[in-house]
């Protein structure tokens, strides 16, 4: 049974970095997408990018283009969201998910729609 793993958050300064990292187990990410979720207390969970690991297609929304980066090791079993310029907004828990042969990048799925959810990692901004 796979599953996957998010850690690497914390609480850290506006204007500070952090790296998420979303690790598989019980499989490789060879044919899947990892896309990253957050949700802020009483808000709706929303999106924040997308990495095919094939052909590392990659998506970000606009709110953290420029600031968050994604990339992968060489064994294919770690994602890594690298988080720049952080801002009060930013915080909230983040989850990765799996998808297998994502079609469309620039696009999130619901949530049942994806193979595997990690437990999700706390990030705070806040000086």
């Known amino acids: 049974q796979g599953q996957l793993v998010e850690s690497g958050g914390g609480l850290v300064q506006p204007g500070g970095s952090l790296r998420l990292s979303c690790t598989a187990s019980g499989f490789t990410l060879d044919d899947y997408a990892i896309a990253w979720f957050r949700q802020a207390p009483g808000k709706v969970r929303e999106g924040v990018s997308v990495?095919?690991?094939?052909?590392?297609?990659?998506y970000y929304v606009e709110s953290v283009k420029g600031r968050f980066t994604m990339s992968r090791d060489n064994a294919k079993t770690t994602v890594y969201l690298q988080m720049n310029d952080l801002k009060p907004e930013d915080s909230a828990v983040y989850y990765c998910?799996?998808?297998?042969?994502?079609?469309?990048?620039?696009?999130?799925?619901?949530?049942?729609?994806?193979?595997?959810w990690g437990q999700g990692t706390q990030v705070t901004v806040s000086s």
């Open positions: 990495f095919r690991i094939k052909d590392a297609g990659m």
């Open positions: 998910a799996a998808v297998l042969r994502l079609a469309v990048v620039d696009m999130f799925l619901k949530d049942y729609e994806y193979d595997y």
